[in-house]
């Protein structure tokens, strides 16, 4: 799917703008004056995105003149989280619902806000570990060798305030690798609602899960496969549909006829469009379930209850059967064998 990774333009300038904020607040004008003179133009660069090397030294160039420890946070707190380009496509998306006064489940949220979050940058990979208490999300820099620590406490800020737009939830806590600069506290509690912890084995975000609920209706994914095919030209339908099953598994019913009406395409065009690239839908979604069971099972903390509703089936004895299909045996069996060995 990739073809080198990228930041949306959108970010560039807010990541200017913020630092020309910064500068004029710090009394430091003359050094942007200095440094922006530097910078690459945008319209050198067709279409909507500017490779992520260039943005990182970018970044990493501010920083070091700037000698400011929470630069990240002071330059992407600066912006509006409403004139992101994923913001607006969430709103576009689930305005409909959201105006109708429907609850949407907040994991439902996060997995949109996780999945889709290359749209705005692909600074950070962003892990989902979804436990019975708990969700996770984890971030790892893409490009290790010219990353600061600034791009990912903006990141995880960026990720933490998307979500609590749309759902008013805030992680309940906050985990940085780096060591902590001369810390000013209270940035932390301005930005992530909260005080992190440091030196710590992942960069994370800690979110106290919520029951997991099945929605009634109709989500319109289209505007977010649109946003994706016009920043991702090269992505297949099957990344596309793996994106969908990844985001609605649990909360809406996995089949062919409401992937097909979420993406504004009949069934029979979805249909010979994954047949040109030698799969099927039933053959996605089969590869989504049976590597998010694995994903559960390791956790140790789901039922096959739990499970059955995650991975969209209507009974458990369905989900059993289907486990003993694709494993040989059930899932406690699986447990012992495979997760809990006996040395």
């Not at 409909?96 to 705005?120: A, D, E, G, T």
């Not at 099945?214 to 095919?229: H, K, Y």
Request: with cysteine; proline share 5%.
């Amino acid at each position: 799917m990739k073809k080198g990774f990228s930041v949306h333009k959108y970010v560039v300038s807010n990541n200017r703008k913020g630092f020309y904020l910064w500068t004029i607040k710090s009394g430091k004008h003359e050094l942007f004056e200095s440094i922006s003179k530097e910078w690459a133009s945008l319209d050198s660069f067709p279409g909507d995105r500017i490779p992520l090397e260039i943005v990182s030294n970018e970044i990493n160039k501010m920083a070091t003149l700037a000698n400011e420890p929470n630069l990240g946070l002071e330059v992407i707190a600066s912006g509006d989280v409403t004139q992101s380009p994923l913001y607006n496509v969430m709103s576009i998306s689930l305005g409909p619902i959201l105006n109708r006064n429907i609850s949407l489940p907040f994991i439902f949220i996060v997995r949109l806000v996780v999945h889709y979050f290359k749209i705005l940058t692909e600074v950070v990979s962003i892990e989902l570990q979804e436990n019975q208490d708990k969700i996770s999300l984890i971030f790892k820099p893409n490009l290790p060798e010219i990353f600061s620590y600034h791009q990912i406490e903006g990141a995880m800020f960026d990720v933490a305030r998307l979500i609590a737009k749309l759902q008013k939830y805030w992680p309940h806590q906050i985990e940085f690798q780096h060591k902590p600069q001369p810390v000013n506290l209270n940035i932390y509690l301005k930005t992530f609602r909260g005080y992190p912890l440091f030196e710590k084995q992942d960069n994370k975000l800690i979110y106290n899960a919520t029951a997991y609920t099945a929605l009634d209706v109709s989500i319109f994914i289209n505007p977010f496969i649109n946003s994706i095919e016009n920043q991702f030209p090269e992505v297949s339908y099957k990344e596309k549909i793996s994106l969908i099953l990844c985001t609605t598994l649990g909360v809406l019913t996995p089949n062919i006829k409401h992937i097909a009406m979420s993406m504004n395409l009949s069934v029979k065009t979805l249909q010979r469009r994954l047949k040109d690239e030698d799969t099927s839908f039933n053959e996605i979604l089969l590869e989504e379930r049976k590597k998010r069971v694995i994903e559960y099972l390791k956790t140790q903390q789901f039922t096959s209850q739990h499970m059955s509703t995650l991975l969209g089936y209507k009974a458990k004895s369905q989900f059993l059967k289907a486990f003993q299909t694709w494993f040989g045996m059930t899932p406690k069996e699986y447990k012992t064998r495979f997760l809990n060995p006996v040395l």
